[in-house]
């Protein structure tokens, strides 16, 4: 899907050297070996295709507490 730009992949640095990392696992790399793939191939499908973006993981933290505690949900908290 990604290929046929139906979709479009984000991946974080972090996220592309874990999947790096997971492709290296022992019962990974037995399967890729039957398939006669590498994990290098692998990796370089899944940049070419992913947007890199950068997490600011407070963000994420205010932006959750925004929707855990809008205005209407703590003037219900408080009425409880």
Known sequence: MAEDKLVQIFASLDI?????RVLEYERILR??????????????TIVSLSSLVDVKV????????????SPARRKQARNS
Do not use: C, F, G, V
């Open 16 to 20: 592309l050297q874990e999947i790096n």
């Open 58 to 69: 407070n963000a994420l933290e205010e932006d959750l507490q925004t929707i855990t505690y």
């Open 31 to 44: 399967i890729l070996k039957r398939s006669r793939m590498k994990p290098s191939s692998i990796m370089t």
